[in-house]
């Protein structure tokens, strides 16, 4: 089964909001890291966090990783009609070396 | 600009055909990987490579092959064996390292005829 869950399936927001998005995991982690994928396109990778952080920041983004309840949210502050997309977080196992295993992502749809 | 390339970007399978699945490199990763990707779904691992001339399965290696003979370049064949071949498939790669973060093409798309 999937390492990484994500909640919710799907979002919609106005412009200017805060979007959040989480993802649960089964088993021990190095690191969990978040990609963007916009439409028929590859992924892009947005943010990594290791297993010994608790949050991490770039630009707009703000990641917080619990390991205790095996978990992970994403927030995208004062959104833009841009961040429109489906965003996955992925995870490798302390047994599975650089191999990912990602989540069903999260489609985030922001309205101008 | 470095990056990964994926060709062609649209592909149609015949009954029985195989079809191989470019994937080029330029950015002197060691790791490649490709992907599956069904509508609405997330990425499963078909097969990954760590070094030239090494590759392993992934979670769903059933029904295609793989080859790595160049470090810049990691095609895919979907075979006949493969009975449900339509999806995306993205080829991604990164540097060594278990904390290196994946840089991915812009996939295939594979359809059957």
């Known amino acids: 089964s999937q390492q990484g869950e994500e909640d919710p399936q799907a979002l919609s927001i106005q412009e200017g909001e805060n979007a959040t998005m989480n993802c649960s995991y089964k088993?021990?982690?190095?690191?969990l890291q978040w990609y963007r994928q916009n439409s028929g396109r590859g992924l892009v990778h947005l943010i990594l966090?290791?297993?010994?952080?608790r949050e991490k920041h770039s630009g707009r983004l703000r990641v917080t990783l619990d390991t205790s309840k095996k978990s992970s949210s994403l927030l995208i502050t004062a959104s833009r009609a841009a961040d429109t997309a489906s965003y996955f977080c992925?995870?490798?196992?302390?047994?599975?070396?650089?191999?990912?295993?990602f989540g069903e992502g999260t489609q985030l749809t922001v309205n101008p | 600009d470095g990056g990964i390339t994926q060709s062609p970007k649209y592909l149609f399978r015949k009954e029985g055909q195989n079809v191989t699945l470019s994937c080029e490199q330029n950015?002197?990763?060691?790791?490649m990987y490709w992907y599956r990707q069904d509508p609405g779904q997330g990425l499963r691992l078909i097969y990954y490579?760590?070094?030239?001339?090494?590759?392993q399965k992934g979670d769903i290696a059933e029904g295609y092959s793989v080859s790595r003979e160049k470090k810049e370049s990691f095609p895919l064949t979907v075979t006949s064996a493969q009975k449900n071949p339509t999806a995306f498939y993205l080829c991604?790669?990164?540097?060594?390292?278990?904390?290196?973060?994946?840089?991915f093409g812009d996939g295939t798309r594979l359809s059957i005829l």
């Open positions: 950015l002197n990763h060691d790791a």
């Open positions: 088993t021990s982690i190095n690191n």
């Open positions: 991604a790669s990164h540097r060594t390292g278990w904390d290196q973060p994946q840089h």
């Open positions: 966090i290791r297993s010994n952080e």
């Open positions: 992925a995870t490798d196992g302390k047994t599975s070396g650089s191999r990912l295993t």
């Open positions: 490579s760590q070094i030239v001339n090494d590759f």
